[in-house]
């Protein structure tokens, strides 16, 4: 079946499929470490790449690679490389893209981690990096430098939700030859396809949103053109950062109510945001799919919905937001996000604890922002929830 000719609830639970002999009307897992040849001479073309035969995990698994194909057909791409994790999809494409010599661009407010590692670790290697407003073509422009090779953003960003323009940015990018990476994770392709704007790459932590239910940890990149893929397939080989067969199988079931569960949670997201901008215990609420949030209309024109991440401020800062955290009760303290159950947390103590605290302001994230990933439960109990709790402060 052409994926490309089916729409994308149909993808979701068609593209990929693979063939098994027993007629399997969901995808096998291939628990396996190693695959047999057929002959000596079979497994020299395996090895030589005359083969379209697997050889080793490691290498490749059917059951990963479905997974692979259905992404990528999901974010209108060539291929998908499954990896172990976020991280390891931000390593690989660091890995395989970066020298020593290079300058990166990014988000300021980029996942916690994929600054740390460059900052901390691959800083030591000779690579540069800047991390500023991406949302501000113009910022882009006075930080590009003669060195820089890659724009890596992250939109919206987490946690700030700042949204930068897609467009725009591979508008520059190509004025100055230079990569772009985009890291979808808070939508979704479901809400957002950055490939289709012409970025080169865009990958997930596929433990969020596309897996769903909080039970693996994975990454995935997709490429827009074969020559990308063919130069980071072989970096995550060799990193050993692939995805195990069993992981790939769990991401494959809870693809297959992504629009179902984001249709859900954004829509309670909604009603939440409206209900936290009216809350007078509330400073700020920072939300897509509300008129306040200042790319609101950039948001309506490259997001297909508003998402179900929020960011809040409580008036009483750092202490008023320990003390709500401390309290809710249907709601769950934890990191992570795009589950089927809420989630709060705190990134300043959190997920961007190890970013300087100068760093983290000039980004954006302050010592009181709240971070909420809203679930799909009734939105009744999560208002009642958040109300309890907003009491207790």
Known sequence: MDSK????????????????????ATVPIY?????????????AACFAGESDGYIYTRINNPTINSLEQLVASLEDGYKGIAVSSGMGAVN??????????????????????????????????????SYI???DPAKIRE???????M???????????????????????????????????????????????????????????????ADIVGGIIVTREKEMYDILRPMMVNLGCNMDPHQAYMVIRGLKTLSLRMERSQE?????????????????????????????????RQMKGPGAMISFEMKGGISAGKTLMNSVNLCILAVSLGGVETLIQHPASMTHSKINQQARERSGITDGLVRLSVGIEDVEDILSDLEQAFDKV
């Open 151 to 213: 724009l890596f953003i992250e939109t919206p960003a987490n946690p700030t939700m700042d949204i930068s323009d897609l467009e725009e940015v591979v508008k520059i990018a190509r004025e100055h030859q230079l990569i772009t990476v985009a890291d979808n994770t808070f939508c979704s392709p479901y809400l957002q396809k950055p490939l289709d704007y012409g970025f080169d790459i865009v990958f997930h932590s596929i433990t969020k949103f596309l897996n769903g239910h």
């Open 143 to 149: 930080a590009i430098r003669p060195n820089t090779r």
């Open 133 to 135: 407003d991406t949302g």
């Open 5 to 24: 000719k089916i729409g994308f609830n149909s993808r979701l639970i068609h593209a990929g499929m693979i063939d098994d002999q027993f007629g399997s």
């Open 92 to 129: 690989t494409i660091y890995s395989a893209l970066l020298e020593q010599g290079d300058h990166m661009i990014s988000t300021a407010a980029v996942y916690g981690p994929s600054r740390v590692i460059m900052e901390k670790h691959y800083s030591k290697y000779g690579i540069e990096s």
């Open 31 to 43: 628990q396996t470490s190693t695959f047999k040849f057929k002959n000596a001479d079979h497994g």
């Open 268 to 300: 309670n997201a909604m009603k939440i945001a409206h209900y936290l901008e009216n809350h007078p215990k509330v400073a700020w609420v920072k939300y897509p799919g509300l008129p306040s949030h200042p790319k609101y209309k950039l948001a309506k």
